[in-house]
């Protein structure tokens, strides 16, 4: 299948995979709390049977274009994921995600393996619209939707039961044009 690399980070982006479940396991292993702060995979991903389970859920979505799962691998190991959670071909909006262990974290990975995907579903799928969903408390991820240049659209108060307390959503997206025109400015070395 495809691997893309992901600048000059050493990173690639490659298709996850229901035969990745024992990597994507290990990898959540590394990782469980700190992915597990604002989002709830690692809960999804307990051990191998919910790995495998996770993983085939995201190929139904595949199969059926209603989403797709995307994993960054760092010298050769699974350190990280980019997702669109939700993909609606009819009405070209989809909401993008992702996640990473903390010895990939800080690097850009996922900056960089957004812009390719935002770039697909812009340009190969025809989407209108990507939006973000974070957690009011999740800077890190807060930072990618201003790096890839998204606008916050608002917060969804206490929306989110996480791990027993409330948390709130902020709402951010890019549309195609905007994408676009930021993509053509980038290009022309122009902020």
Do not use: Q
Not at 15 to 28: D, M
Not at 35 to 59: E, K, M, N, Q
Not at 103 to 114: C, D, P, S
Request: proline residues 5%.
């Amino acid at each position: 299948m495809y691997a893309t690399p992901l600048g000059d980070s050493g990173a690639e982006l490659r298709p996850l995979e229901v035969w990745h479940a024992e990597e994507l396991l290990a990898h959540i292993d590394r990782g469980r709390e700190f992915i597990g702060r604002h989002i709830g995979l690692p809960d999804a991903v307990p051990d191998l049977d919910g790995a495998r389970a996770w993983l085939t859920s995201y190929a139904g979505k595949r199969a059926a274009d209603a989403g797709s799962l995307h994993g960054i691998w760092l010298d050769g190991r699974l350190v990280g994921g980019v997702l669109f959670r939700v993909w609606d071909s009819p009405s070209g909006v989809c909401e993008a995600g992702c996640w990473l262990e903390p010895a990939a974290a800080g690097r850009g990975l996922v900056t960089l393996g957004m812009r390719v995907l935002l770039d697909w579903a812009f340009d190969e799928r025809g989407m209108h619209r990507v939006e973000w969903h974070a957690s009011s408390a999740n800077e890190p991820s807060i930072g990618v939707a201003r790096r890839l240049g998204m606008t916050r659209e608002g917060v969804l108060r206490e929306n989110y039961p996480h791990r027993g307390v409330r948390t709130s959503t902020e709402v951010w997206a890019v549309l195609a044009p905007e994408w676009r025109e930021a993509r053509a400015r980038t290009a022309r070395g122009e902020r």
